[in-house]
Structures are given as structure tokens and as C-alpha cells.
């Protein structure tokens, strides 16, 4: 045996051992409706400083192809916790005092990050559920509330009660949040019981940044402010990183942000400190903290064994059409769509991942990715072995992320948010199944001014190497190739 050889063997064989001793923490931060080209390294166009999501993009590997299971929230956070496309279940939201959309004893990201040794914690928006039926009161029933609308007055639940089927009940051992940022109720959860009694309903519209307000009225502790909603949040996820030293238990820390989603409630001093608006304002305000979490792991020692993971449920919510003319800030960049569309703005998303010592600093790939090769990416990586009929839609990048191939990993991915529509990606190919990518209405000045106006309805298809606005429908020249992907989305769907 050569010394080269052996050389080798041993510098694999220590590798493992390091791996098999000191598992990398995991942190992935999730942001809420931020899009495409909200970051700042992607969009040289861009009205709005990132300078720490801009910094970890060049600490690791930034992905320019990624995306999201869906244009609209629950149905993401359900497919990256699963490695599942969520329509496989389901479509919608969960709505104010919605049931879990989890499946009992389903495996998730955190089971199997917990069967691995990790401790697990949820600091942020959940948004997939909660059997709060089981604190409701006996005959208890939604009422008109002064706003005029129907929901469930604050005396409705027995809240000294546990919430169970939540966070806990999925695999998380600790979670902090308000659930929903604009659904009721609007108070602190700490594991599964709120933090203080709801004694009074959320009526109240103030003027907002940018949009509307968009809170459900619904049951709320006294004193609820929704600005002071994130930077609590930040805080929580410090302190818990704070809280892992010593401990040689490896960590996994979920943070999804509940911004830069409406309602948009920057706080001072990141009031006016952007080109493009309270919302602007909103996503600087986001990249703080996320500079917050990056910052805590290294002065508590784990940034050299942490791999960090950034993206987002979907695209930016519709106040983006008129961002575009009001302040020159496009948050999809190039790509066409907003939140709910089945167009490349919906779902392809802002991405990085920073793992210092694997991932090459300052790579950028285009290569096709989706959050649902997540969980199977961090399986293969800790020697987690899947069973059957877990994460079956995922496909393991891990390969991609060390630098040991540029791509091919995954060839085809499947877009939706809604039943009635599906799009389907095959290489550079997009095939847009349905009458229109747009859920969201589109303004009339906007497909004028780029290039849209006048498009039939109708499924197309586009070569996304040379047309990543959605421009040119080619399905009258390429008809054999719509249909082929029209099959390979129906084998998809059937699930073979």
C-alpha cells in the first residue's frame, strides 16, 4: 500500500471519526416573504442594504435556482420540515385556530435530527398547527366581533390549558413564538402554553410602513405589540445559542422569521434606513437578525461547526407591483411573479448555505434545488437512513454542497400553490400547466411596462437559460416537449 494511498484512507477514516464525535450544528433561518431579489448580492439593482445575509453568501454556497414547495407559507414550511411536496396532502394555510397539518408519529426534519442526538428548538413562526379544539370551552362559538367579522372571543379557550399537536408533538423540544404573526392569538407560546392569558381582542387598524395591517381580530394579551414581535424573537435565538455552551449535544435551531411579512412593522432605527420603503426598511431589519444569530455563534465558539442554511417560504406578497414604481425596487429581480404565482417569482427564493470548512466560500451555483432536499441531504450527512415512504420527494445535495459535483443532482422539480395549477421544471424548462403563473393580480401598468401585455391564457412554455422573465411562450414551437413534461408531472403526481 502506497503512503499516499494510506494517507488518504487515514484522512477519510478521521474525517468520519470527527463527524461521528462532533456532529455540525444545524441552523436554518426562514424568512417570511422575501423575495428573489430582496437580496442585496443578488440584485445589483437592489434599493435595500444586506450586508450580513451578503456576507454569509460569501462565507459559503449561494444557490441561484432553489426553491420553495409552494407560493404561499404553510404548505413550504410543511415540505422543507418533510422533504415532501405539501399538494401530495394539501394546498391551503392553516387559518386562525387550524388543526396540524403533521400526521401522527410522522417523521419530520426534527425526529430525525433527535433520533441523531440533536436538541431541537422552534424560535418563531410555526404556522402548521395546533389542536386548539382541545382547550376550547365546552360550547364555546366564534361571535361578531366589533370589527364585523366572525372568530372566537378571548374567553373561548381554557388557556391555563396545554396546546397539544404543536412544535412539541413533531419533534421540537423547545419552541417560542406567537405562532402567526397576524393570526390570533396575539401572545407568547412557550413550549405549549401561552406565556400570558389573552384577556382582550386585537380591533385596531394603525397605519403601517407599507400595506395594510392585516391582523386577524382575534383574543390578545394586553399590551401586544406586533413590532416588537421580531426583535424578541432575535433575542430568544441568542440566548439559546448562548444557552449550548458547555453542552456536547449537538443543536438544531429553526428560526422562522415572521418578517418581511405584512404587517410591515419596522422598528427604529431601521425606520428610513432604505431606498425602498417601510418594507425596504422591513428587510433590513430581517438581515439584522439574521447578523444577530451569525454574530452569537461566533462569539459563543460554534460558527466553525454550524452549518447555516437562509431561505424563504416564497416570494414577496403583492405591495411589490407598486415598490416598482415607487421606489425603483424590484423584490423578484429578474423573475416574473409575486407570492401565490406559479411563475419563477413565487417560489424561487433567496438561498445560501455556509458550512465553513466543507463548503468552498463565495461558490455560487445555478443548480436546481429545492428546500424538500433538505431533510435527505442532512440524513445522508449524519448516516441517517431514511425509511420508507419518508421525505420521498427529496433528493440528497450533499454532493452539491461539498463541491463534488456543479449540478445534475436534481433534473426536475414540481411548482404549485393551489389545485387548480401546477408548473413543472425540467432542466431549463418550464412548462406552466394551467390558464396563467398568476394567483396574484398583476396591474395593468406593470405588464405594459415589462413586456407582458397581450399574452394569451393558456399553459406555456419557456427555456429558462435564455427567457428568465417568462417573456416568450414557446409551447407552439416545442408542443412534443410540453407534452413530455405533461407526463413526467403526471408520473410525478402519481407518485412514481
Known amino acids: 500500500m502506497s503512503h499516499l494511498f494510506l494517507l488518504v484512507i487515514l484522512t477519510i477514516a478521521s474525517a468520519s471519526s470527527a463527524l461521528a464525535d462532533s456532529p ?19 440584485n445589483p439593482e437592489s434599493k435595500i442594504a444586506t450586508p450580513n445575509l451578503d456576507r454569509l453568501a460569501r462565507e459559503g454556497l449561494r444557490l441561484t435556482d432553489a426553491h420553495s414547495s409552494s407560493g404561499v407559507c404553510t404548505p413550504s ?10 399538494w401530495r396532502k394539501f394546498h391551503e394555510i392553516v387559518g386562525s385556530f387550524g388543526p396540524s397539518k ?17 436538541r431541537t428548538a422552534c424560535i418563531g413562526k410555526w404556522h402548521l398547527g395546533w389542536d386548539w379544539d382541545s382547550i376550547r370551552k ?14 372566537f372571543p378571548a374567553d373561548a379557550f381554557a388557556w391555563d390549558k396545554p396546546i397539544p399537536d404543536g412544535p412539541l408533538s413533531h419533534g421540537f423540544d423547545y419552541y417560542f413564538g406567537d405562532d402567526v404573526p397576524n393570526f390570533p392569538p396575539y401572545t407568547w407560546i412557550e413550549n405549549d402554553r401561552v406565556v400570558e392569558v389573552p384577556t382582550e381582542n386585537l380591533n385596531a387598524t394603525p397605519k403601517t410602513a407599507e400595506g395594510s395591517w392585516e391582523a386577524r381580530p382575534g383574543p390578545m394579551a394586553t399590551g401586544w405589540k406586533l413590532d416588537a414581535v421580531m426583535p424578541t424573537l432575535t433575542a430568544r435565538c441568542v440566548q439559546f445559542i448562548e444557552e449550548q455552551q458547555g453542552s456536547n449535544q449537538p443543536f438544531f435551531l429553526y428560526f422562522p422569521f415572521t418578517s418581511p411579512h405584512a ?36 462569539k459563543y465558539g460554534f460558527a466553525d461547526n454550524t452549518i ?30 409575486l ?4 411563475w419563477e417569482g413565487g417560489h424561487r427564493v433567496p438561498t445560501i448555505v455556509r458550512w465553513p470548512g466543507v463548503i468552498e466560500a463565495g461558490r455560487v451555483t445555478g443548480a436546481l434545488f429545492g428546500q424538500i432536499d433538505i431533510m435527505p441531504t442532512l440524513a445522508e450527512l449524519l448516516g441517517y437512513e431514511l425509511p420508507d415512504g419518508a421525505a420521498i420527494d427529496g433528493v440528497s445535495q450533499l454532493a452539491l ?89 403526471k408520473e410525478i403526481q402519481a407518485g412514481e
Open 102 to 118: 403533521f400526521a401522527e408519529d410522522q417523521l419530520t426534519l426534527p425526529v430525525m435530527l433527535k433520533e441523531k442526538g440533536y
Open 308 to 337: 447555516v442554511i437562509f431561505s424563504a417560504d416564497n416570494g414577496p406578497e403583492r405591495y411589490a407591483y407598486d415598490r416598482v414604481r415607487n421606489h425603483e425596487h424590484r423584490s423578484s429581480g429578474p423573475l416574473r411573479g
Open 339 to 342: 407570492k401565490r404565482d406559479i
Open 401 to 489: 454542497l461539498k463541491g463534488e459535483v456543479d449540478g445534475g443532482l436534481r433534473d426536475s422539480i414540481v411548482h404549485n400553490t393551489n389545485a387548480k395549477g401546477y408548473a413543472i421544471r425540467q432542466g431549463d424548462w418550464v412548462l406552466v400547466d394551467a390558464p396563467s403563473g398568476a394567483v396574484s393580480q398583476v396591474p395593468a401598468w406593470f405588464d405594459e411596462a415589462n413586456g407582458y401585455a397581450g399574452q394569451a391564457k393558456g399553459p406555456a412554455l419557456y427555456d429558462l437559460s435564455v427567457d428568465l422573465g417568462q417573456r416568450d411562450n414557446r409551447i407552439a414551437d416545442y408542443p412534443e416537449k410540453a407534452n413530455e413534461m405533461r407526463a413526467l408531472l
Open 77 to 86: 414550511r410543511y415540505a422543507l420540515l418533510t422533504g415532501e411536496y405539501h
Open 138 to 151: 365546552k360550547g364555546a362559538r366564534q361571535v361578531k366581533l366589533p370589527d364585523g367579522s366572525q372568530g
Open 263 to 298: 404587517p410591515i412593522v419596522p422598528v427604529e432605527p431601521f425606520l428610513g434606513s432604505t431606498e425602498a420603503g417601510g418594507y425596504g426598511d422591513f428587510v433590513a431589519q430581517s438581515d439584522w437578525s439574521a447578523g444577530q444569530v451569525l454574530a452569537a455563534l461566533e
Open 24 to 42: 455540525p450544528n444545524i441552523v436554518i433561518i426562514y424568512a417570511d416573504d422575501m423575495g428573489y431579489g430582496d437580496l442585496a448580492i443578488q
